[in-house]
């Protein structure tokens, strides 16, 4: 009987000896690629983290213990080890997480899975634990790559704050975040991995000294008093020892035992501790290994005896802003490029290639991303920064003191905007043309296929006065979707037929061929609809309101929440111009949205062409019953506030 069958929670890892940890460690990497191969995951991280999760499951009692991880996309081992084993759904609807969740296990406690937080949450439960009184651990485990980020050294400024407070830091240091880690604090940590530890010299230093007669003990005593001058001469970790933190290691994290020996060390110390772990990441599983881009960070589905993916899902909206990056380098040379720590995920590995000189990765840090970004801009280059929409969140104070404030020419390419899906709640992109609509001077594009990504980047990068952002979505590109005229700046999708048409479609980024669909759903009740797409939903175009005066009924359709978002901005357009028109926005309600597939997402929230072809067709027949045809008026109906 494999023994992972037998662990159903925490505890029962107690009873194993260290060859049958061992064993199990084996077990988990097998499963772990049979079962994520199937799905699509995160592999790399997780084959990395095994042995590190065993011990820590061993010397620490979750959940009185809390254990947190940052970020979460290596948590499935702890899944595995408190009770989780059914993978065959990970990251699908009804299926488990593709991170901690409170839903499911009350092992887990951070959900957000953006990176750097870790350290902040364990500050405030450890203060909360001495205030009550509680007799429990905190323990956060926190990737290389995530002690890239500001949050991380704000916080460890507070933790270290309180030297009698209990707090274990485990830095799970495989060199990497999704590519290799870089920075000066990468560099600090290179030198601690290849550096004997004060530790261990000090030890052996004490056994001779032990046995020389009078003089052994007092010199060993003055060598101790003396041992930050000491430590940073033999192993550089003065960094962590400044801010009064105590540091154990560098440790091997694929050594049960010596791991074990360190996190008990640190557990009885009564006060906050970094044990430093070398781990790989990756580990047994030679496809992983062999992949310098990533080590399979994350995986599609993939034939698990060779990491190749069983499917080709041909050109996506990564890609195509990539190469047209190239094109713009090749023809631009103040055009340069930003990344936060994921230079492949928002295809910018092949700009790097080509000109490796013109692309600063900053490390998870956003926000300084952005401000480096107007230092850029202010100095005669144009930068470019590609980040997932969901994290541009952590740098709107920079967008719009630093960026806007100063005028300042920056292109923020947004890639995963909208529903995302699989990777749940945080991950949706479903926030940022809400937020940056307060952002003054800073304009919008959301491009509605391949042709759009290259020409709306295009002319983002040709202003030089104001922040540009461009937006799109996860995963393939579809075809081309025409405009059959253009009014003001506005791509028209398709005419209506008619002199007075009955509903103006204002259709925004990917959504385009779903708004075609409405239409012709539309169409088939007798209903004439204009569809028009403003390519730049931020400012709103001029033409917007005229045209919709022509309509009986205004309808929205954007991936983004219906709060704040381009329904309301063209709203408040139409209103400013006196245009008393009923308007109806659909997007994504304000709520967090669970993880499964785009699709499954979008129908429970209504954002088909089905769901909202009916409502509108509700809507218009409302209207029927008072409207004057021939006045060309609605009487008495007031414009819907939705």
């Known amino acids: ?48 983290v095994v042995e590190l999760t065993i011990a820590l499951h061993r010397v620490f009692e979750s959940p009185k213990d809390k254990v947190l991880w940052d970020t979460g996309h290596q948590s499935y081992v702890h899944k595995l080890l408190t009770g989780r084993q059914d993978f065959s759904r990970l990251k699908m609807k009804g299926g488990l997480s593709g991170y901690p969740s409170q839903a499911e296990s009350e092992h887990d406690v951070i959900e957000n899975s953006h990176a750097s937080t870790v350290l902040g949450w364990a500050d405030g439960i450890a203060k909360a634990n001495q205030l009550r009184r509680q007799d429990s651990h905190v323990v956060a485990v926190i990737g290389d790559g995530a002690l890239t980020g500001g949050m991380a050294w704000e916080a460890l400024n507070n933790i270290a704050e309180a030297r009698d407070r209990p707090l274990v830091i485990v830095v799970n240091d495989n060199e990497r975040s999704y590519a290799p880690t870089i920075g000066g604090l990468a560099n600090h940590l290179a030198t601690l991995r290849t550096t004997d530890g004060y530790e261990r010299f000090l030890a052996r230093t004490k056994d001779i000294l032990d046995r020389t007669p009078v003089v052994g003990k007092p010199l060993y005593e003055t060598l101790h008093g003396a041992k930050k001058g000491l430590k940073d001469f033999i192993a550089p970790q003065g960094m962590f020892e400044d801010l009064g933190l105590k540091y154990v290691g560098p440790i091997d994290g694929h050594d049960i035992e010596a791991l074990e020996s360190a996190l008990a060390r640190a557990k009885r110390f009564g006060g906050p501790v970094i044990v430093h772990c070398l781990t790989e990441k990756g580990r047994g599983y030679q496809p992983a290994l062999q992949d ?17 993916p069983i499917a080709s899902s041909g050109a996506d909206w990564t890609s195509v802003f990539g190469e047209e990056m190239v094109r713009l380098g090749e023809e631009r040379e103040d055009v340069v490029a930003i990344t936060a720590a994921m230079l492949q995920p928002v295809g ?5 290639k080509q000109f490796p000189e013109r692309v600063y990765d900053v490390g998870i840090a956003e926000q300084h991303g952005a401000v480096s970004a107007a230092g850029l801009a202010y100095a005669g280059l144009h930068p470019v920064f590609a980040v997932y929409a969901t994290f541009l969140n952590r740098a709107f104070d920079q967008v719009l003191m630093d960026v806007a404030l100063h005028k300042c020419g920056v292109t923020f390419v947004l890639d995963r905007a909208g529903v995302t899906g699989t990777d749940g709640a945080s991950h949706n992109g479903m926030w940022d043309m809400s937020i940056l609509q307060v952002v003054p001077g800073l304009r919008l594009a959301a491009p509605r296929d391949a042709d759009q990504v290259r020409a709306q980047l295009r002319e983002a990068v040709a202003v030089d006065d104001a922040p540009t952002v ?6 393939a590109v579809g075809p081309a979707v025409p405009a059959v005229g253009r009014i003001g700046g506005m791509d028209v999708l398709r005419e209506p037929g008619t002199d007075r048409p009955d509903v103006l479609l204002v259709s925004v980024g990917a959504l385009a061929p ?3 669909e409405i239409a012709e759903l539309l169409n088939k009740q007798g209903i004439s609809t204009t569809v028009v797409d403003p390519r730049w939903v931020k400012p709103v175009d001029e033409a917007m309101a005229p045209l919709a005066e022509r309509h009986r009924v205004v309808v929205t359709v954007e991936d983004n929440s219906r709060v704040g978002g381009v329904g309301s901005a063209v709203a408040q357009a139409l209103r400013d111009a006196g245009v008393d028109v009923p308007l109806r926005d ?14 499954e997402v979008m129908a429970e929230i209504g954002l088909t062409a089905p769901d909202i072809a009916r409502q509108v067709t509700g809507l218009v027949s409302k209207l029927d019953g008072r409207f004057d045809r021939t006045a060309g008026a609605v009487d008495s109906v007031e414009p819907a506030r939705d």
């Open 292 to 308: 310098e881009a990533d080590r399979f960070h994350a995986v599609g589905k993939i034939h698990p005896d060779t990491g190749l």
């Open 1 to 48: 009987m494999p023994l992972l069958t037998r662990i159903r929670g925490p505890r029962d890892l107690d009873r194993l000896s260290l060859e049958e940890l061992d064993q199990l460690a084996e077990e988990i990497r097998t499963f772990l690629v049979q079962e994520v191969s199937k799905t699509g995951g995160h592999l790399g991280p997780n084959l990395g």
């Open 348 to 352: 910018l590995d092949k700009f790097a």
């Open 470 to 475: 461009v937006r799109f979505s996860k995963g």
């Open 514 to 516: 779903m708004c075609l």
């Open 586 to 599: 659909f997007g994504i309600p304000p709520r967090f949205l669970d993880h499964a597939s785009r699709a």
